[in-house]
T-cell receptor, first 111, second 114 residues
Framework: RKEVEQDPGPFNVPEGATVAFNCTYS??????FFWYRQDCRKEPKLLMS???SGNEDGRFTAQLNRASQYISLLIRDSKLSDSATYLC????????????FGKGTKLSVKP | DTEVTQTPKHLVMGMTNKKSLKCEQH?????MYWYKQKAKKPPELMFV???????INESVPSRFSPECPNSSLLNLHLHALQPEDSALYLC?????????????FGPGTRLTVT
């Protein structure tokens, strides 16, 4: 079983839709959780860290469920500019900062 | 705009060449990382430096040689690479080298080995 798993998509949604991505992790020692966004042929850009209490940044909401070992990202009122690949990433306790990424979920927002 | 810069943006090199990738961060971070990303795959960790000391080498072949001249700079020296080493090489930095600290990536160097 892969350490971090995501649905690869693609998710094709109309503008204004709400879309949710899930990501599961297998190592219960995972301590830190992140969502990154990566545009084609660009670097991953940090979207948000994910905290146990959940966190929101504008149209984006991230949740962490430690009991079920998954994190989620909700995008409301999606824009054309949200089209990208969304990568979840975890750092395990004692791993010295090794970010383990999922394979990413591709989102296409259509007019 | 990223505060992690990388040069060059693109690099084409032959299998007998020696080249270097450079990374600089302007955030006062004490941990710096090299990741490798192949097409349609997620980034994978190669090396971690913490306080200018090598902390992790993820079983990377010796044809890749990292160097951290100071806390702001990170180099990756390349020698006798193979075509399968063609990839996007990403540098990242974080305040500290452990969980809980966010990593910020530079724009990457797209390397092609011919």
């Amino acid at each position: 079983r892969k350490e971090v798993e995501q649905d690869p998509g693609p998710f094709n949604v109309p503008e204004g839709a709400t879309v949710a991505f899930n990501c599961t992790y297998s190592n219960s020692a995972s301590q830190s959780f992140f969502w990154y966004r990566q545009d084609c042929r660009k670097e991953p850009k940090l979207l948000m860290s994910v905290y146990s209490s959940g966190n929101e940044d504008g149209r984006f909401t991230a949740q962490l469920n430690r009991a079920s070992q998954y994190i989620s990202l909700l995008i409301r009122d999606s824009k054309l500019s949200d089209s990208a690949t969304y990568l979840c990433a975890v750092i395990t306790r004692g791993s010295q900062g090794n970010l383990i990424f999922g394979k990413g979920t591709k989102l296409s927002v259509k007019p | 705009d990223t505060e992690v810069t990388q040069t060059p943006k693109h690099l084409v090199m032959g299998m007998t060449n020696k080249k270097s990738l450079k990374c600089e961060q302007h955030m006062g971070h004490r941990a710096m990382y090299w990741y490798k990303q192949k097409a349609k795959k997620p980034p994978e960790l190669m090396f971690v430096y913490s306080y200018e000391k090598l902390s992790i080498n993820e079983s990377v072949p010796s044809r890749f040689s990292p160097e951290c001249p100071n806390s702001s700079l990170l180099n990756l020296h390349l020698h006798a690479l193979q075509p399968e080493d063609s990839a996007l090489y990403l540098c990242a930095s974080s305040q500290e080298m452990r969980e809980g600290y966010e990593q910020y990536f530079g724009p990457g160097t797209r390397l092609t080995v011919t």
